[in-house]
Nanobody, 115 residues
C-alpha cells in the first residue's frame, strides 16, 4: 500500500536551516508529482510547494525565496530544504501524493522555530 513517512523535523532557532525528507513506497514514485504541505497551530493546511515527475517545481509566492523541493527517483525520496526559518514557519510538515484522485498523506514531521 501507499506509504509516506516524513522525517527531519525538530526545534531550531530563527535564521537556521532545516532539511526534511519524505520516504515513499507502494507506488511508482518516479511518475507522480509530490507535494509538501504544512499546518501551523490554529491554521488550515497550506501548500508549501510541489515537484513533478520531471523535476519541475512550483512554490506559492510566499514560499519561493526560502524553500526548495528536490526528489530522488532512485531512493524514492522527496526533500524540502528550508532556510532562514522564522517562528511563523512553526508547523507540522506533510508530504502528499495524489493517485487516481485519492490523496495520501504521511503522519507529518514537526518543525518548531523558537529562540
Amino acid at each position: 500500500q501507499v506509504q509516506l513517512v516524513e522525517s527531519g523535523g525538530g526545534s531550531v532557532q530563527p535564521g537556521e536551516s532545516l532539511r526534511l525528507s519524505c520516504r515513499a513506497s507502494g507506488f511508482d514514485f518516479k511518475t507522480y508529482t509530490m507535494y509538501w504541505y504544512r499546518q501551523s497551530p490554529g491554521k488550515e493546511r497550506e501548500l508549501v510547494g510541489y515537484i513533478t515527475s520531471v523535476h519541475h517545481t512550483y512554490y506559492p509566492e510566499s514560499m519561493q525565496a526560502r524553500f526548495t523541493i528536490d526528489r530522488d527517483n532512485i531512493q524514492n525520496r522527496v526533500s524540502l530544504r528550508m532556510k532562514r526559518l522564522a517562528p511563523e514557519d512553526t508547523a507540522v510538515y506533510y508530504c502528499n501524493v495524489v493517485i487516481m484522485a485519492q490523496e495520501f498523506w504521511g503522519p507529518g514531521t514537526q518543525v518548531i522555530v523558537s529562540s
